[in-house]
């Protein structure tokens, strides 16, 4: 753990610096708390993600966070910032950005069908119906590399060309 938030430029972030601490919610992957972190002089709104098996799955957890963290920047994920642990329970907890249900982007116009629907699938309510990152990455791949004898997408071939 300490090597991947070294490596990853994310931030060990002492539990005592998080105040307000509020449960929010419970899914099929963990369970989300609200809270207010004191960040150098700034107090931000958080989320902190306490996910199921964490300490089992540690390994797991981390590819996905390093996937997560490769789509940073590009406007509309959310943004986390390190890592904590609950000093009564000893679980791990992620600290991200604290984002409202109604943030998500607006689809924009032209935007290709097949695109709009897996943007769907992801912003789905229930986390056993929203696709993983690898599953994310594979249908993406799917769209742009063009495999042998097989034409691209047209749907997508219009939106570009």
Not at 129 to 141: G, Y
């Amino acid at each position: 753990m300490d090597h991947f938030i070294s490596e990853g430029d994310l931030k060990w972030i002492p539990y005592d610096k998080l105040k307000n601490v509020e449960y929010l919610d419970k899914g099929g992957f963990g369970t989300i708390y609200r809270a207010i972190w004191l960040n150098d002089n700034e107090n931000s709104k958080v989320i902190l993600k306490c996910l199921n098996n964490l300490n089992e799955n540690l390994n797991e957890f981390l590819n996905e966070w390093k996937y997560h963290k490769s789509c940073l920047g590009t406007g509309n994920i959310i943004n986390f910032h390190g890592f904590t642990k609950n000093p009564d329970t000893l679980k791990y907890m992620v600290v991200m950005d604290y984002a409202n249900k109604g943030e998500r982007p607006e689809i924009i116009e032209n935007t290709p069908q097949c695109y709009a629907d897996l943007m769907k699938k992801c912003w789905d309510e229930d986390p056993l119906k929203r696709p993983s990152a690898n599953e994310v990455s594979d249908i993406i791949e799917k769209w742009i590399i063009q495999p042998r004898g097989k034409k691209i997408n047209e749907e997508l071939k219009r939106s570009v060309i």
